[in-house]
């Protein structure tokens, strides 16, 4: 996002969390695709207006938390998110494919909700660290913008 951008809509910045299973259910995510997950995703960030304050590892799913614009509704935030990670892990770790059985990435659902306006960092990280079943692992946390 660029600084006109955070000027112009301060304190309306929305603050989503989702929660996208890997297609089949399959654990996939090693540690070198974790790395290229979390580049990907930075570099999404930096492209549109959107901001990844956590990525979360949960066995056979991602957790992010994401601020956007208000303009930017839930749906074309993870369908951007979505389909650029699942591109560019096929296209860097063509293994990916196999272990996949050659189709999608992602499934085509996923679980949005967002998070109260007045919750802090320490709320928000219990609410994902409680949200899966599996260990979770952070991948990226970053701060909230508060403007």
């Keep these: 996002m660029s600084d006109h951008v955070h000027k112009s809509h301060n304190k309306s910045l929305l603050l989503y969390h989702f929660v996208c299973p890997i297609k089949y259910r399959r654990k996939v995510l090693s540690d070198?695709?974790?790395?290229?997950f979390k580049e990907v995703c930075l570099q999404i960030e930096e492209r549109y207006e959107i901001h990844f304050v956590e990525i979360g590892l949960d066995g056979d799913h991602v957790h992010f938390l994401i601020q956007s614009i208000p303009m930017?509704?839930?749906k074309k935030i993870i369908g951007a998110v979505k389909s650029i990670t699942a591109k560019e892990i096929?296209?860097?770790?063509?293994?990916?494919?196999?272990?996949?059985?050659?189709?999608?990435?992602?499934?085509?659902?996923?679980y949005v909700n967002t998070v109260g306006q007045y919750a802090n960092?320490?709320?928000?990280?219990?609410?994902?660290?409680?949200?899966?079943?599996?260990?979770?692992?952070?991948?990226?946390?970053?701060?909230?913008k508060l403007f």
């Design 32 to 36: 070198a695709v974790s790395m290229t």
């Design 90 to 110: 096929f296209r860097l770790h063509p293994e990916m494919k196999r272990m996949l059985w050659g189709g999608k990435f992602w499934t085509n659902g996923y």
């Design 72 to 74: 930017n509704a839930p």
């Design 121 to 144: 960092e320490e709320v928000i990280k219990k609410y994902l660290e409680n949200q899966g079943k599996s260990k979770y692992t952070e991948l990226h946390r970053n701060q909230l």
